[in-house]
């Protein structure tokens, strides 16, 4: 799967992700890395098929309201290590496939994967 993973996010979780045999990329890789508008992160992750992994309200909104980004992975853990979150990730990655062979818009808590049915 291919995954764009939003600033507010560890780079590791790139790091993770691709040595699990995925294609991610951090903002901090795009060109403007960080100063990455979140339009432009759309854009991008929609031209690359690719789905966004973040914990900005903002992108839920913009997938809600515009379709854009087409895929999202909204992470809603709390504050919690990164170790922690990137155990999460490498626990759950089957999921996360199975999810969004079904859904557009999953959410990641501490406990569960929802899957949000869109229309």
């Known amino acids: 799967m291919n995954w764009l993973?939003?600033?507010?996010?560890?780079?590791?979780?790139?790091?993770?992700?691709?040595?699990?045999?995925?294609?991610?990329?951090?903002?901090i890789d795009l060109p403007e890395a960080n100063r990455t508008s979140d339009s432009d992160v759309c854009q991008i992750a929609d031209a690359e098929d690719r789905?966004?992994?973040?914990?900005?309200?903002?992108?839920?909104?913009?997938h809600l309201i515009a379709g854009t980004p087409t895929r999202l992975l909204w992470v809603k853990t709390g504050n919690i290590s990164n170790n922690a979150l990137l155990t999460v990730f490498e626990t759950r990655l089957n999921d996360f496939e199975t999810a969004f062979s079904q859904v557009n818009f999953a959410e990641l808590t501490k406990t569960n994967l929802i899957l949000h049915q869109q229309g």
Request: hydrophobic share 45%; glycine share 0%.
């Open 51 to 62: 789905i966004i992994i973040t914990k900005d309200r903002d992108f839920v909104d913009s």
């Open 5 to 27: 993973i939003d600033a507010q996010l560890p780079h590791h979780l790139a790091d993770l992700l691709n040595r699990l045999d995925q294609n991610a990329v951090h903002t």
